[in-house]
């Protein structure tokens, strides 16, 4: 039986199958999609409760924040906020999608160190107080905008093992950090705490450790100043698959033993944290159909390509000696959800949903759907021949992908499933109330305003019936 919400349904399902089962059941139910052979997500809801409760076992004293940039799926935005997670927010519309959702305004840190004016006067007018800043130019600009603003200095950190680096754009270096608190104490601004980033998917747990300790140093020259400092912000860099170079456990005995160390539990300061790929990244399934496959010769070739010594690619066509080599065209692609590829330096790995195991392998290449050339999913690996109309799976696919998809060459976004454990139903069907129950309360509200506006409200009075708000009126009676 499905959960059902105003934004989105969740599937339920036997708790003992694989994602490759439920991707299976999901090739032949294609109501959902216009083509039966369009590619679709399965987003596993049981992952993301699951990474919430291995996080608050982990990393008790940490709050997380989740960074809403890497995946804002209405349904995983809506799960954390009834968990009671905070969130990380980088523009206007990401503040008003989690507003929209009843999440406080406190629960908000505006983590862009350099703002849009007109997201900051936003952010004034909602209340959004908590927000990053790394130079003196933006203080200026939160004086003039927003001066009750409580701020977090970020401070830059050394993310070279990172898979994407961050400092080479933000963050105050700490030397430079007693100059921004002197000019925050002149202008009367109210700063709070310190924060960090170690760079998204960070490869060296003592990067935190390093990070952590400039903290204290920032902490202790803002106490000596007069600023009396309460939040550490951690930033993120968690994460959010098995095959991550370093587990998370890792990461989380690291921070726990230098949180220990320079800001022990007594010391009055609230720590929180901006995962963003580690609650999600595992989430997420992607499946993509071969839409198309081309046979080519595997070691004669009419040219090269320097950077790509390996890539199998379209040369010359195998005569009846050679082995041959494949090239596979799927329907999603590097300007699609494999935009991952080339933003966040992923790797993914193809796995095929027909058993294909004693088969030989050979030689393959997978293409994207569109007419560019770079649209190149894996330049290089082996698998058993496929056939047309075969599905793919590529896992881990729930980070920087949906995020920043486009329909390059007409080619649609996938549809995305909602599935869920039998046996977390329940929990979610608890806060999946509490949403319907707030989204009606802002309908019914909107509905009320609206009257108002036109100078006839019209009887309107507000009740519950059966854990719904309805807005009633002597004429009619609306479900929001």
């Known amino acids: 039986m499905d959960l059902t919400t105003a934004s989105f349904s969740i599937k339920t399902h036997d708790s003992r199958k694989t994602i490759r089962q439920i991707v299976s059941e999901m090739v032949h139910n294609h109501d959902d999609r216009e083509d039966q ?50 969130f990380d927010c980088a523009s206007k519309n990401e503040i008003k999608t989690m507003l929209e959702l009843s999440v406080s305004p406190s629960r908000i840190i505006f983590a862009n160190p350099c703002k849009q004016k007109s997201h900051l006067k936003y952010a004034c007018d909602t209340n959004v107080s908590m927000m990053t800043f790394d130079n003196e130019d933006e203080l200026h600009k939160i004086k003039r905008v927003y001066p009750a603003a409580k701020l977090v200095l970020r401070i830059l950190t050394d993310d ?19 100059y921004l608190l002197q000019v925050a104490m002149q202008l009367d601004l109210n700063v709070i705490g310190v924060s960090f980033h170690v760079g998204s998917g960070c490869r060296d747990s003592s990067a935190y450790t390093k990070a952590i300790a400039s903290a204290r140093e920032i902490f202790d020259i803002a106490d000596y100043m007069g600023y009396h400092m309460d939040l550490l912000d951690i930033g993120g860099g968690f994460p959010g698959q098995a095959s991550a170079p370093i587990a998370f456990e890792e990461f989380a005995d690291v921070i726990n033993c230098a949180l220990g160390e320079y800001f022990p539990n007594d010391c ?42 390996d890539l199998v690619s379209n040369t010359v066509a195998p005569n009846k000696c050679e082995e ?10 590097v300007y699609g959800s494999f935009n991952c590829l080339l933003y966040d330096h992923a790797v993914v790995e193809p796995i095929t949903l027909t058993d294909h195991t004693d088969e030989l392998e050979y030689f393959t290449s997978i293409w994207g759907p569109s007419c ?24 881990d696919m729930g980070a920087y992908t949906v995020c920043a998809g486009s329909e390059f060459n007409g080619f649609k976004r996938p ?42 409200e019209g009887g309107i009075s507000f009740a519950f019936e059966d854990e719904r708000l309805l807005c009633q009126s002597p004429t009619n009676h609306i479900r929001a």
């Open 37 to 86: 052979d369009d590619p679709f997500f399965i987003c596993d809801m049981g992952d993301v409760i699951k990474k919430f409760t291995r996080w608050r076992r982990l990393l008790p004293r940490v709050e997380p924040h989740y960074a809403v940039k890497c995946n804002p799926d209405p349904a995983v935005l809506a799960t954390l906020a009834a968990l009671g997670t905070g």
């Open 160 to 178: 070279t093992t990172a898979q994407c680096q961050l400092g080479l754009k933000y963050g105050c270096h700490p030397k430079h950090a007693r």
């Open 268 to 309: 009055g300061v609230r720590v929180i944290a901006e995962p963003g790929r580690y609650f999600v990244a595992s989430a997420f399934t992607l499946a993509v159909n071969v839409t198309a496959k081309r046979i080519v010769s595997r070691d004669i070739k009419t040219f090269e390509v320097p950077e790509s010594k």
């Open 324 to 333: 041959p080599a494949y090239m596979y065209y799927v329907n999603d692609g």
């Open 372 to 395: 560019d050339g770079l649209d190149r999913i894996i330049e290089h690996t082996t698998m058993a021949e496929l056939q047309v109309g075969e599905w793919i799976i590529f896992k």
């Open 415 to 456: 549809v995305l499933y909602y599935v869920l454990p039998n046996k977390l139903r329940s929990s979610m069907q608890e806060m999946l109330q509490q949403e319907n129950k707030e989204f009606a309360k802002k309908q019914a509200i909107k509905y009320h305003k609206r009257l108002t506006a036109d100078g006839d």
